[in-house]
């Protein structure tokens, strides 16, 4: 199924509670007991089963992304127990009582998005959510969800649960940013007392000393020197944003291995990771260029291509003529990271290395929310 939802029901008012969920639920697939069956169901691509819901639930979570389950929430969990494989892969589960009063949330809360599921659902129903994970109640940080909206990447998970507790606890945690979007606190009320965020990883280690923090939320680009990594990540999570842009020009036909051998070698030199590249930029004219397409496929990441006149309104300290003589435009790789990324300067101007020229950029962050104001050490 290419829907993301399931629904179960496997009584009269739960089969009526879920048919009329599944009207309004967009990317919802409807499963109940043939003995409900009420002769619609093909048109609406409802499936019918018979005996125990039991027998097809492994089959769902390996299907879908969220579950909605009209049954008692007892039954669910005993169901539910043998299949469970792990937080960062089990679908979110949503249960809702026979009546449809109350919507739970009972599994995946954060990662499946059981959490955010178990509101839609409610607010369709008309039903009471429910929901006890701990950072949503108390309105905070919900550490394995931090920056998701932006698509930051976690590097580990290791130390996610002791941090998660230092924040719903209320202990000093240190927010480092070094980079990455700022407006991620979305509550209306300023950042509380407890949390301290700071421009670098140097001046988390300095305010250590007359603040002494037990947690970090490190959000970071650059690779940590192996002093900041012991004092921050014991007990840290560290979070890459997407905000790596490189330039690319090459030869046509260039292979795959020798884009990737300059990427990694740069990147190195920058000593920036490269789980924060957000995507490669190029003229239109490699817009098909094997090696890159495949680079891209291969990491997830973007390709923005731009024509020569649009990368000539790029000023360029040293325009090429030899570069446009063959492409229209006076760079490739400088400009095309410059627009891409929306940057005012290079990181990396530009370097030739055999078939490839690269060049990078780093998306500017945007200006950090009022609300926390409270909160901010200035830098």
Known sequence: MSNPYAIVAITKHGVEAARKLQEKLPGSDLYYMKKFEQGDEGERGIQLFEGSVRLILP?????????????????????????????????GVVVVDDRAQFAISVLSGHLGGAN?????????LGATPVVTTASDVQKTIPVDLFGRQFGWQIESFERATPV??????????????????????????????????????????????????????VVTHRLLSTEQELALLANGVLYRPKNIVLGIGCNRGTSLEEIESVITDTLQEL????????????????????GLLDLCAKYGWGFDTYTPAELNEVPL?????TVFKFTGAYGVSEPAARLSSGASEWVLE???SGNVTISVAIVPSSPITSQLAGGVATS
Do not use: C
């Open 59 to 91: 089959d769902l979570f390996q299907r879908y992304t969220g579950i909605i389950q009209f049954i008692s929430l007892g039954a669910v969990v005993r169901m539910i127990a043998p299949i469970l494989q792990d937080k960062k892969t089990d679908p």
């Open 164 to 217: 998660s507790a230092a924040v719903v606890n209320e202990e000093p945690v240190v927010i480092v940013q070094e980079s990455g979007e700022e407006n991620w606190w979305s509550f209306d009320k300023p950042l509380p007392d407890h949390f301290r965020v700071v421009g670098s990883a140097d001046e988390a280690l300095e305010l250590r000393t007359e603040w002494p923090w037990n947690a970090a939320l």
């Open 317 to 321: 300290a040293n325009p090429s003529d």
């Open 350 to 352: 530009k370097r030739k």
């Open 271 to 290: 000593n920036f990771s490269p789980k924060s590249v957000r995507n490669i930029a190029s003229i239109d004219l490699k817009k098909d260029e094997q």
């Open 116 to 124: 955010e599921l178990t509101r839609i659902v409610a607010d369709l």
